[in-house]
């Protein structure tokens, strides 16, 4: 399986309560990241440690990504931690710090594809696979940042 390792960092003006619950309500991501295309509960009621969803994510690249997470580690408002299967096997983590009168927001993704194309291309496309990501997760903070603005007013 082809591994990849991301770190992600977003800079936001809002205070880390804030922030920290609107990325920790993914059932909503839909309505304002692009690239999640279904957000589903899988353990109705149940939040923090061991609650898991189900996520279609699409970037740039004509291929959907699907995975589920379970919650492993839940320390409001600083830190979340889980583990993936599916399309993307691996662990993730989710660290919200004050910067400011902001929130630096740092998103660790270490994942392994599981998918037979994704893996038979990746040595020729991991660097596309990469791009892919990372507009994914651009176009996440854009949102973000819009979701901000929408709420402030």
């Not at 409001?76 to 983590?93: Q, W």
Request: hydrophobic share 35%; charged share 20%; proline share 7%.
């Amino acid at each position: 399986m082809a591994e990849y390792r991301f770190i992600t960092r977003w800079r936001v003006n809002a205070p880390t309560q804030i922030v920290w619950d609107i990325l920790n309500d993914a059932m909503r991501y839909p309505e304002w990241w692009p690239c999640y295309k279904r957000c589903q509960h899988l353990t109705p009621g149940v939040t923090g440690v061991g609650s898991v969803s189900e996520y279609v994510v699409r970037g740039p690249l004509p291929y959907n990504v699907r995975y589920r997470i379970e919650v492993t580690h839940y320390d409001p408002p600083r830190e979340a931690s889980f583990t993936a299967a599916g399309d993307l096997v691996g662990d993730g983590r989710m660290v919200y710090e004050p910067d400011g009168d902001g929130t630096l927001v740092t998103i660790y993704w270490n994942v392994q594809t599981s998918g037979f194309w994704l893996n038979l291309l990746a040595p020729l496309l991991r660097g596309l696979f990469a791009w892919n990501h990372n507009t994914v997760m651009r176009k996440g903070e854009q949102g973000l940042l819009r979701r901000l603005r929408d709420q402030a007013r």
